[in-house]
C-alpha cells in the first residue's frame, strides 16, 4: 500500500494533453496535440468528432497549475494511459517513430532524420 501513491497521477488528462503539447513545440515536431487527437479520435468519433476544446487548455487555470509542477513523457504518458488515452499515446509513438523521435529517460529527444 505505501507505493500506491505511485501508481496515481496528480495530473489530468487535459493537464498532461497541454503538457505534452508543450514538448512538442519545444521540440518543433511537425505535429501538435491536436493532430494526435484527431488520428486518435477522429475515423472512431466520426460525426461527433470535435476537438476544438483543445484550443481552450491555455485558457484553462486548472491546465496552468499543471505547467508549474515538474513533469516528465513519463508522467503525460502514464496519465493518458490511466485515463483512457491509449489511443493518443499509440498515435504520439507511431508519428515519434516515423520522424526518428525516441523516448529515452522519460525525455523526448529529438533526431534530425525527419529534416
Do not use: C
Not at 30 to 41: M, Q
Not at 57 to 78: K, N
Request: proline share 3%; glycine share 4%.
Amino acid at each position: 500500500m505505501a507505493h500506491d501513491h505511485y501508481n496515481q497521477s496528480k495530473y489530468t488528462s487535459d493537464q498532461a494533453l497541454y503538457q505534452l503539447d508543450f514538448y512538442l513545440r519545444a521540440l518543433e515536431l511537425p505535429f501538435s496535440v491536436k493532430d494526435l487527437y484527431r488520428k486518435a479520435y477522429q475515423e472512431r468519433l466520426g460525426p461527433h468528432y470535435s476537438d476544438e476544446w483543445l484550443d481552450d487548455l491555455e485558457h484553462d487555470p486548472d491546465v496552468q497549475e499543471g505547467m508549474s509542477e515538474p513533469f516528465t513523457t513519463q508522467t503525460i504518458i502514464e496519465t493518458l494511459m490511466q485515463n483512457g488515452h491509449e489511443s493518443i499515446v499509440r498515435a504520439l509513438l507511431r508519428e515519434t517513430r516515423n520522424l526518428g523521435v525516441g523516448f529515452t529517460q522519460a525525455y523526448i529527444i529529438r533526431t534530425n532524420k525527419w529534416r
